[in-house]
């Protein structure tokens, strides 16, 4: 259904002629996106060494006469989410934002009292850039809170509905169009090659799944901060004395784990049950996550690191932007200049409000 869903699309989009470098991308335009050759590239600089050098890594890897050469089995891509493939500066990951919104000002909504309290705790940290770890539990447990007793159908129409929101300090974006278009080129590219493509976030999983569903990565793909599902009719019961009845809905819970640091190395290595030999990230958060696929791997392999260096088009930060540039250089990974790589971020009709 998927595929002739983009397919459909993209037919259209051909037939319209609406689909142009400059354009602000829709998340269909976005679902519409392909490139199977480097020649299809359209929102890199021409000059990006970054692009070059991914290039170059591709064609010699799919090569079968290379002695770099990987079988389709172990090629695997994984990717960070937020300040990798999408915004996380407008003022923050798009999750913790819908979790303000549904603990503070959703009119449908009365969070309890402690929710409230962590929603209040949450903005603070989030507009202060104080964002700290015992803030992101405080995060987890509320988030799990204030979305307990939805099904995933009913959790991922709450997250459609926060994807038409207007981006924060953009005009013309709204979050579920706040995606890098390089980048998801770049995703696109690699699927042409016979890479399987895993996203590996902080966020919540089910959020990730829905807010990414236009991209070409499976959804049981994705690797993210997890919350239990229960029936609805278990109570207290553990899940090895319970049997689920005709009766139940199986609903949101409590939470499980958040998907950040070692944690992501933990899941992945459980539900990929193998090393990517391709990784991309942006911050030290990542760490864990690109040594784990460069660290004694068989293939060849290479790490790339998007740099938040653009001041114009993005909320880049010179602070954040010089330690990633030392730490990508320091272990020898391809950085991406989202100033100088980047032809557009999200379409030229994008704009930072000033």
Request: glycine share 6%.
């Amino acid at each position: 259904m998927r595929k002739k869903f983009l397919a459909a699309v993209t037919a259209g989009l051909i037939a319209l002629g609406s689909f142009t470098a400059v354009d602000a991308a829709t998340r269909a335009e976005i679902a519409a996106i392909q490139v199977k050759r480097p020649a299809d590239f359209k929102y890199w600089a021409k000059n990006s060494v970054a692009k070059q050098k991914l290039v170059e890594y591709v064609k010699d890897v799919t090569d079968k006469r290379s002695k770099n050469f990987i079988p389709v089995a172990d090629r695997i891509a994984a990717f960070d989410v937020d300040g990798t493939i999408a915004c996380e500066t407008a003022p923050f990951c798009f999750d913790f934002m819908m979790f303000v919104h549904r603990a503070l000002d959703d009119p449908d909504y009365i969070a309890s009292a402690e929710d409230r309290a962590n929603g209040e705790l949450v903005k603070a940290a989030i507009y202060n850039r104080k964002m700290t770890n015992d803030v992101r539990r405080k995060h987890c447990e509320s988030n799990a809170s204030v979305f307990a007793g939805m099904t995933a159908d009913e959790f991922a129409a709450y997250t459609r509905k926060f994807l038409d929101t207007p981006v924060e300090g953009f005009d013309n974006l709204k979050v579920g169009e706040a995606f890098y278009l390089p980048m998801i080129e770049v995703i696109s590219y690699l699927k042409a090659n016979g890479f399987k493509i895993f996203l590996i976030s902080g966020a919540d999983r089910d959020y990730m799944r829905t807010s990414t569903e236009i991209l070409p990565v499976d959804g049981d793909n994705m690797i993210g901060t997890d919350y239990r599902y229960v029936a609805t009719n278990q109570g207290d019961i553990d899940g090895m004395d319970y049997t689920l009845t005709p009766d139940d809905k199986v609903v949101r819970g409590g939470f499980v784990s958040k998907d950040i640091n070692m944690n992501k190395v933990t899941n992945m290595a459980r539900e990929i049950g193998k090393q990517p030999v391709l990784v991309f990230g942006n911050s030290s958060g990542d760490s864990s996550m690109i040594n784990f696929s460069l660290r004694g791997n068989k293939y060849r392999t290479a790490a790339f690191f998007v740099i938040c260096d653009d001041l114009e088009r993005e909320f880049g930060n010179v602070d954040k932007a010089n330690k990633c540039v030392k730490l990508a250089d320091a272990n020898g990974w391809i950085k991406i200049s989202m100033r100088d790589d980047f032809k557009t971020i999200y379409g030229d009709n994008v704009t930072r409000k000033k």
